[in-house]
Each structure stands twice: as C-alpha cells, then as structure tokens.
C-alpha cells in the first residue's frame, strides 16, 4: 500500500495490510487481524490513504440511484459546496 509512508511498527506490514483490506472494509477480519491491520493504519499514512479512497468507492457502490435518491444527492451537493464557498468567503480565501 503506502510502503514510503510507513514506519517498522513490529506489526503487519503495507503488502499484508493491503491483502486484508477488503477483508476489513467489509468487517470480516477476525479481531486479531482487524486489531493489526488497525494498529498499522495508525502508522502508515499511504495506507490510511488508500483504505479511505476504497472506503468512498464503496460508498459510491451504496448510492441510491433511484429518481428521489439522486435527487437527494444533488441536493446535498450543492449544501456542502453552498456551505464551502461561505467559508472560502468568509475567511477571505474569495
């Protein structure tokens, strides 16, 4: 995963933390493996990275794509970018 990112934590290392990670995005790890890859993403930056972009895929997988469903989406979108552009202009940044 994040090999350069990594620091020795005497735990799993990048490869076998990516080789459980779908493992663990699904909650199917037994604790102890869950606890080590857990214990790493803790450490290692490019791992985090990696297993919270896997995280918005999966997200994206669970969208409701229905009529309404989209709409609701779209309608949080526009909030959340509403509500980033108040502060880019409150801050000054606009």
């Known amino acids: 995963m994040g ?3 990594c620091q020795d934590t005497g735990g799993i290392d990048c490869a076998e933390a990516s ?4 493992a663990f995005l699904d909650g199917e790890l037994p604790s102890l493996s869950k606890e080590e ?3 790493h993403l803790k450490y290692c930056t490019g791992c985090t990275h990696l297993t919270e ?22 309608a949080a ?6 509500e980033r552009l108040a502060e880019a202009r409150a801050s000054g940044e606009m």
């Open 53 to 74: 972009k896997q995280q918005q895929f999966l997200g994206l997988l669970h969208l409701d794509h229905s009529p309404a469903g989209l709409e609701a989406q779209a």
């Open 19 to 22: 080789r459980r990670l779908w």
């Open 3 to 5: 090999e350069a990112h």
């Open 37 to 39: 890859v857990e214990a």
């Open 77 to 82: 979108l526009r909030a959340k970018i509403l």
